[in-house]
């Protein structure tokens, strides 16, 4: 004989026994579990898309000195000169082109002036 009780489906036996009650508790946990796994891999995603739109990127940056530098940050900030890039190698190279370095030149050697000093006679 099979009743229903609510959502669950209980079979008595005609002893009164009641059979499936273990059951029951295996397909709620089972239930519980594939609930749980779907969560957390939804949120994983959920997470990871998130990493990616905040994802830094590289940008070349000048001081108040002239000095060049690349930096990954957010977004472009008001020592930024060039970028957006995706990658630091195309930042650098960038950074090539809008900042040369200066050829350097060698210094010029003075001879020191020769002091001649003159006698003061009284």
């Known amino acids: 004989m099979i009743h229903g009780t609510g959502g669950a489906i209980i079979i008595l036996m005609p002893e009164g026994a009641i059979v499936g009650g273990n059951m029951l508790k295996r ?3 089972l239930m519980a579990v594939a609930i749980f796994a779907l969560t957390c891999t939804l949120c994983a ?3 990871e898309k998130q990493v990616e739109k905040k994802a830094k990127q590289w940008f070349v940056l000048k001081d108040k ?3 060049c530098s690349v930096h990954q940050e ?3 900030t008001p020592k930024s000169i ?3 890039f995706a990658t630091r190698e195309e930042a650098v190279k960038a950074k090539e082109k809008e900042c040369p370095k200066p050829e350097k030149k ?3 050697k003075k001879m020191p002036e020769k002091k001649t000093f003159e006698k003061k006679t009284p």
């Open 27 to 29: 397909a709620v946990l």
């Open 45 to 47: 995603f959920a997470a």
């Open 65 to 67: 000195n002239g000095k």
């Open 74 to 76: 957010k977004g472009p």
């Open 82 to 84: 060039a970028g957006p």
């Open 106 to 108: 060698a210094p010029e």
